[in-house]
């Protein structure tokens, strides 16, 4: 066999050396066709050249003989042979011949004597392959070029595929669904923070997705605590980015500011901003940022919360040039003329409007009415109902047995079936921080009043139970049922009046009409004395509360009607006291109130109206025609809020005609009357910081804050925008992938930082050839393979099988 080799390569000796034929056409590209490979040299530099080599020890005898054996008759007569050639004088191969010639470039792999070259050849499906069929024209330069080219790496590609496919299609297959797995992983985790679940329930999430067979997230791999961590802080950046993008189109803004103090004792500020949104054009409130103030600073004073303040809007790149108002709960350190946070930022922008929240000065004229020396009766009531609160509900067997007898009451008491289904009511919390509390508290006693009694009687048969008793010596008298019917008519008149300044809509022009109505309620309760009446009503026989077996004395009468009198006294006096200085400034926002314009028919009225108002009345009269009927009657926003919007809407037109105009109307939007936002941010804090999670740190709380209060409802095109801004943020943020576990190099290092590996071809007989720029990538394709078993759960395969596979990478 060793001489029918020798006999198809004729330059080469039985050492395996390779004769010095060159040609002008070895500089051939991939994109030539295999036509341009044939020999250029002519006839005697061909003959010359075979002349000089050194010629075969097989004589030519022995190689007819050869080929008459090997090759047929058709064969033959395509057969280009050294010996032939001789005998023929031919140096090249002819036109036909080039055509149905397959060989492109060619590589060889040598071994002692023994020659055999792969080749590329171009398939009918334009696919690059190895051919294992031996050729006998190859040139130095063809198989270098070959090696370098992009077709010879696809051709390794499809090599590698063929031989390891099982890995190769799984990586296919995870780069191709990368996205898509991203993209429900964030979704689930959105998920989560909008119903403030905690952080560590995702692991157990996406395992009950797997197992709900959505395969694709088995491809997932950065499930480790400090990524679920980022994915969540990654999605509340995302809605801060939104928020903060809409706000720097607004020419001013709001801010909502308030403390509260969280399960882990930490002083937070929490921040709500208020602009008109010219994409929506609506009034938009959102949160904003929450920060420790005694995290860098010793106090929370004014000048703590003015500097996070101003960092906060420096982040945002919001200019403080834009911010015209500040709502606050009216505490010394918010509204102090000098040394307060209001003061400071209007030493920045003296433009700043400081509004007192309207909610928190009527909850505090309540307080100071309470506070008032003739009124310390009505003071000792709302301490009783917190510690009946209390008495019920830190004892489960006190508030079954509670429960029992309100129900056995219903019972007797009602008639038909339905009314029998009727659940208990537990008695409700009075609190002084929340403004409604004290009013649902006293409903609740007001109602189950009997219930109470009776099942304070019970429990005072139990010598455990002192509480009970000294409870019940309170309640059971005439002066403290009679203050229970006072405040059951009194604080539903204050709870509307707060409800409706908690609403949001802006209606300047109510708010004075709204207090004056309420006051005016108050003096109706005042003159005709009605909770006094019903409670003499109720004690009578047949009444409601016949059962206590009480007796209203006319002393008792007397002390009551004084009571009423002194009470509604103090309320309204304390609330002209708390809206007598801001009163005028936030009414005269209601000249934008189109259905307070006079007629024309009314000159008097109208020339009160200046410069820009004398054109602007007439569209504003012209808009009274047009108004919603839903803003007319205040279901889903005021005509003044309407109007508002509508010159913001028409700022192009409106703005030449009207500058000065546009610019009050959109502060005047950007004017919050109420201070509730904050509240509400501070419950939402409270709900996601609970006792379990009270270590959370800020920067995620502020971005689960995001998500909760700002962020779309699940299921929405708007949260499938958002979700995919955070899935692109996660991956630019920097270069994410699992590195495989590094081990020791047993390779020599080089000597010098300058030195240059040698390029070095491994070569074997059948095999798939690459060039190797150094010794090192050997290590590092099997650290590859580890890697590949890694993300294919087979880390148990044994230690020869990696052996077997690297041992294919050196035959590469």
């Known amino acids: 066999m060793s001489k029918i080799t020798n006999f198809f390569t004729p330059g080469t000796s039985n050492g395996g050396k390779r004769s010095k034929v060159s040609s002008n056409s070895d500089n051939n590209k991939d994109e030539e066709p295999p036509a341009k490979r044939s020999l250029k040299s002519t006839s005697s530099e061909a003959t010359e050249r075979f002349a000089s080599s050194k010629k075969s020890s097989v004589s030519s005898e022995d190689v007819y003989r050869i080929i008459n054996d090997v090759f047929t ?119 989560l923070a909008k119903e403030a679940i905690a952080n560590k329930k995702a692991a157990g999430l996406l395992t009950l997705l797997e197992k709900l067979r959505v395969n694709d997230l088995k491809y997932f791999d950065h499930r480790s605590p400090a990524s679920v961590r980022e994915m969540f802080s990654t999605l509340g950046c995302a809605v801060k980015e939104n928020v903060v993008t809409r706000a720097k189109t607004a020419g001013c803004f709001g801010l909502f500011v308030d403390d509260v103090s969280d399960i882990s004792v930490m002083e937070q500020m929490i921040t709500f901003i208020q602009f008109y949104d010219k994409d929506s054009s609506e009034v938009t409130v959102e949160f904003l940022s929450v920060d420790n103030l005694l995290e860098k600073h010793d106090l929370a004073n004014a000048v703590a919360m003015f500097q996070t303040i101003q960092s906060n809007l420096q982040a945002c790149t919001l200019s403080t040039d834009k911010l015209i108002e500040l709502a606050t709960d009216g505490a010394s350190v918010m509204v102090g003329r000098k040394n307060g946070l209001a003061a400071k930022l209007k ?37 009783v109902v917190t510690q009946l609160w209390k008495l019920f509900e830190n004892s489960p067997k006190r508030l079954a047995c509670y429960l029992k007898v309100q129900q056995q009451l219903k019972n007797l008491k009602l ?49 455990g139970q002192p509480a009970a008793y000294g409870l019940l010596k309170k309640i059971n008298k005439v002066k403290f049922i009679g203050a229970v019917y006072i405040l059951k008519w009194v604080l539903p008149i204050l709870a509307t009046l707060s409800k409706s300044f908690q609403k949001g809509a802006i209606n300047y022009a109510s708010i004075k009409p709204s207090i004056d109505y309420s006051k005016d309620r108050l003096n109706d309760v005042k003159i005709t004395e009605e909770p006094i009446k019903q409670l003499k009503q109720d004690l009578t026989s047949g009444g409601r509360l016949e059962t206590l077996e009480l007796v209203c004395t006319e002393s008792n ?6 009571m009423l009198q002194k009470y509604i006294k103090a309320l309204v006096k304390n609330i002209d006291k708390r809206f007598k200085s801001s009163l005028p400034v936030l009414s005269a926002f209601s000249a934008f109130n189109p259905m307070l314009m006079p ?3 009314s000159p008097a009225e109208a020339e009160e109206f200046k410069t820009e108002w004398k054109k602007l009345k007439y569209d504003l009269l012209s808009w009274k025609e047009h108004n ?19 010159v913001m809407a028409m700022k192009s037109t409106f703005g030449q005609f009207y500058p000065k105009s546009v610019q009050v109307a959109e502060a005047a939007l950007a004017i919050p009357v109420s201070n509730a936002w904050p509240e509400r941010g501070a419950s939402q804090l409270k709900l996601i910081k609970t006792r379990i999670r009270s270590k959370i740190k800020n920067d995620l709380l502020a971005s689960l804050l995001h998500v909760a209060i700002n962020g779309p409802v699940p299921h929405t095109e708007a949260c499938d925008s958002l979700v995919s801004k955070a899935v692109d943020m ?83």
């Open 73 to 191: 008759e058709d064969q033959k007569k395509m057969l280009h042979q050294y010996h032939r050639y001789r005998e023929r004088n031919c140096s090249r191969l002819g036109t036909d011949e080039n055509k149905g010639c397959q060989t492109r470039k060619t590589s060889s792999n040598t071994s002692g004597s023994s020659k055999q070259t792969y080749f590329v050849k171009r398939q009918q499906n334009k696919s690059d392959i190895f051919n294992e069929k031996p050729s006998v024209r190859y040139k130095t330069t063809a198989i270098n070029e070959h090696g370098q080219s992009q077709k010879h790496s696809a051709a390794i590609s499809c090599e590698m595929m063929n031989r390891v496919s099982v890995f190769q299609k799984k990586l296919d297959e995870r780069q191709k669904v990368n996205d898509s797995v991203l993209f429900k992983v964030f979704y689930s985790i959105y998920w």
């Open 557 to 562: 009468f007397k002390d009551l009607q004084g």
């Open 730 to 812: 996660w991956k630019a943020a920097k270069k994410r992938r699992k590195l495989p576990h590094h081990r020791p190099s047993t390779q020599p290092q080089a000597n010098s930082e300058t030195e240059v590996a040698t390029p070095i071809t491994v070569v074997q007989d059948m095999g798939t050839q690459t060039d190797v720029t150094s010794t090192t990538e050997l290590q590092n394709i099997r650290e590859e393979y580890e890697e590949a078993l890694h993300v294919l759960h087979l880390d148990d395969m044994v230690e020869g099988e990696l052996d077997s596979l690297e041992a294919f990478a050196k035959s590469m």
């Open 628 to 646: 919603p009927k839903d803003t007319a009657d205040g279901k889903k926003s005021t005509p003044t809020e309407w109007s508002l919007k509508r």
């Open 599 to 601: 007629n024309r028919q």
């Open 347 to 383: 030493d920045v922008n003296p433009r700043l409007i400081s509004v007192h929240c309207v909610c928190h000065k009527l909850a505090l004229a309540c307080t100071d009415a309470k506070d008032d020396g003739n009124l310390k009766f009505i003071k000792e009531v709302e301490t």
């Open 415 to 463: 008639s038909n079936e339905k009314s029998r289904k009727m659940v208990a009511k537990k008695l409700q919390k009075a609190c002084d921080t929340r403004w409604l509390s004290f009013s649902s508290a006293i409903q609740s006693l007001y109602t189950d009043l009997v219930a109470v009694l009776q099942t304070l009687k019970q429990l005072k048969q139990d010598p």
